[in-house]
């Protein structure tokens, strides 16, 4: 029994099970950490191709047209009846409206069947209104809509014009022409349907709270109203010639004054027309150009605020971005310095060294050539140094390394390494430069240049 009570236990351990599954999520856990960290941590060198493409110095504008506006006033009261289409050029002593004191002239015209019967043909003006609408409507301009609205109802009025003229016999006999006034245009131009108040708005009255659309009041003159004795019924533009005013700063008014006529492009229908500059700065110190045109007046005749784009430059060269484009130092050396040598016969100078006794001699230094002048070329900073001499052939003549100059450029990675190439930039603008294409130390179309010109440095390998 005592021998049976000193037996020692020893405590059973169980196996170790390694589990496949649990490894493979580990090892890939830790290759992912991995592969985030490098991500992280390492450059990221994107490349652009250069292409050829063209900038405009595109500076949208919202205008104010002002026109030679001739508002015409009702001679007595009496409800107004349109018969001219708005936008449309009437000649003098052309039917315009007409003013009904008994308000009883449609009501007639229906009764006695001569209301206005639409042809084919005037079917089809309607349909070709409606398609040109919808082809061309733009949300951005929901205020189109007004005007679609107004010139469909001016089609609808012009087709009657021909329905009122044709009845003035039976309108004399039922006794209502005594009560029905026909007015004529008194001068020939463009008959307009509204009025708000900048009719006679000079350039030397402009502030800059014209512009400001919140405050502005435009009153449609709607037919079939009643009007009161000097009250406006339409009015006349009567001169194909016509302004815009934008409010600009001393600058962008002294480059257009300085061009004289300036290319404008109308966003409403993306027509351009040439305007001739003229300026103004008032007692506030706001300056308004104003943009003189001989043409298109009609085409925006009922609007008073327009959106334009003044195009003043128009460039084609290789369209680059911005980010690319990188300011380098070089040296600047006399052309005479300059040899071809060394085993692959490529540019260098000669410059001077000492051997470890003292002696003089010069050595063959392999250079890059950025750019040159007349007398002058550009050189690569990274071989040679401040202070060395260099050492004009056949000649005793040295010139110390001194003179320094920076060129604008790009880096170059045709060749798999970060390799400086000048540039000619003829325009840029916020984001992208024109420069000129085939030059002899620049760039040519189907280059590929890092697009970000502060993550790399000269001669920087870009495919590991």
Not at 347 to 358: A, L, N, S
Not at 403 to 431: H, M, P, W
Not at 435 to 464: M, P, R
Request: aromatic share 12%; proline share 2%; hydrophobic share 35%.
């Amino acid at each position: 029994m005592s021998s049976n009570n000193n037996e020692k236990i020893v405590k059973y351990r169980k196996p170790i099970h390694i589990n496949i599954g649990m490894v493979i999520f580990a090892v890939i856990f830790v290759y992912i950490l991995i592969c985030i960290f490098m991500y992280f941590t390492q450059k990221h060198i994107e490349g652009h191709q250069v292409k050829m493409g063209s900038l405009s110095t595109n500076n949208i504008y919202k205008g104010i047209a002002l026109r030679d506006e001739e508002i015409v006033s009702a001679t007595q009261a009496g409800y107004v009846n349109y018969y001219a289409r708005e936008g449309e050029r009437v000649g003098t002593g052309n039917l315009v409206y007409t003013l009904d004191e008994s308000g009883k002239l449609a009501d007639y015209l229906n009764t006695e069947g001569t209301g206005t019967t639409l042809t084919s043909r005037d079917l089809s003006e309607l349909k070709t209104e409606i398609l040109g609408f919808k082809n061309n409507f733009d949300p951005k301009f929901f205020s189109s809509v007004y005007d679609f609205k107004y010139g469909v109802k001016g089609t609808v009025l012009k087709l009657a014009n021909a329905n009122i003229l044709e009845n003035v016999d039976k309108i004399n006999r039922s006794g209502l022409s005594e009560l029905i006034s026909f007015c004529s245009a008194p001068d020939t131009g463009i008959v307009i349907y509204s009025v708000d108040g900048y009719e006679d708005l000079t350039l030397e009255q402009f502030t800059k709270d014209l512009f400001d659309t919140k405050n502005y009041e435009k009153t449609q003159l709607i037919s079939n109203e009643l009007v009161e004795a000097g009250q406006p019924v339409y009015k006349l533009s009567t001169n194909e010639d016509w302004s815009i005013v934008i409010q600009t700063d001393q600058e962008k008014a002294d480059e257009l004054m300085e061009a004289e006529y300036v290319k404008v492009k109308f966003l409403k229908n993306q027509d351009t027309s040439w305007g001739q500059v003229s300026s103004y700065t008032n007692p506030d110190g706001d300056i308004f150009v104003k943009l003189t045109f001989t043409n298109s007046m009609v085409t925006f005749c009922t609007d008073r605020f327009i959106d334009i784009e003044l195009i003043l430059e128009d460039e084609e060269g290789l369209k680059i971005p911005n980010s690319s484009i990188i300011e380098k130092e070089f040296f600047i050396v006399p052309k005479e310095y300059v040899i071809k040598g060394g085993n692959s016969n490529s540019y260098g100078v000669m410059r001077e060294t000492y051997t470890e006794d003292g002696t003089a001699t010069t050595e063959f230094i392999e250079t890059t050539i950025y750019n040159e002048t007349e007398t002058e070329y550009y050189l690569d900073d990274m071989i040679l140094r401040i202070g060395d001499y260099i050492v004009k052939p056949d000649s005793t003549d040295k010139y110390a390394i001194s003179k320094r100059g920076s060129l604008t450029g790009v880096y170059n990675i045709n060749k798999g390494y970060a390799d400086f190439k000048q540039i000619n930039i003829l325009y840029q603008n916020d984001e992208y430069s024109i420069v000129k294409s085939n030059t002899q130390y620049g760039l040519s179309v189907y280059d590929y240049i890092v697009l970000d010109a502060a993550t790399v440095v000269d001669d920087e390998l870009i495919y590991e």
